[in-house]
């Protein structure tokens, strides 16, 4: 694991694994604001394959203005980025942007507890995922 993401491997294909990711988010109160296709993006503007994996953005809505309150400009490290990428045909790996990662590159402290809120989250969901296996 990176020290600037959170991960989890989750014993099912791709596809099922990418709409399990969209509920657990969903009961911790995160909405998927833009979704980029990583495969399909990279086949079409380098014509390059490369195994399935999607960009989620994430947001919850009272968190995010929770933090753009305390500090406009960590509007650019929004939405929350959760990646999932097929490693094999039955196992997906999923990671997500630490929050307390955010907190290297933001020095305010009102940010630590909406970052420690999204990390207890995105973990909740997280933790969602490998009670479905």
Known sequence: MNSYTITTTINKPYDETVAAVREALGDQGFGVLTEID??????????????PQVILGACRPPLAYEAIQAEPSIAALLPCNVVVRALDHETTLVEAFDPDAMMGLADNPA????????????GAAFAALDNTQ
């Open 38 to 51: 990583l495969k399909a993006s990279l086949k079409e503007k380098l014509d390059v394959d490369i195994d």
């Open 111 to 122: 940010l630590r507890k909406i970052a420690s809120d999204a990390k207890e989250r995105l």
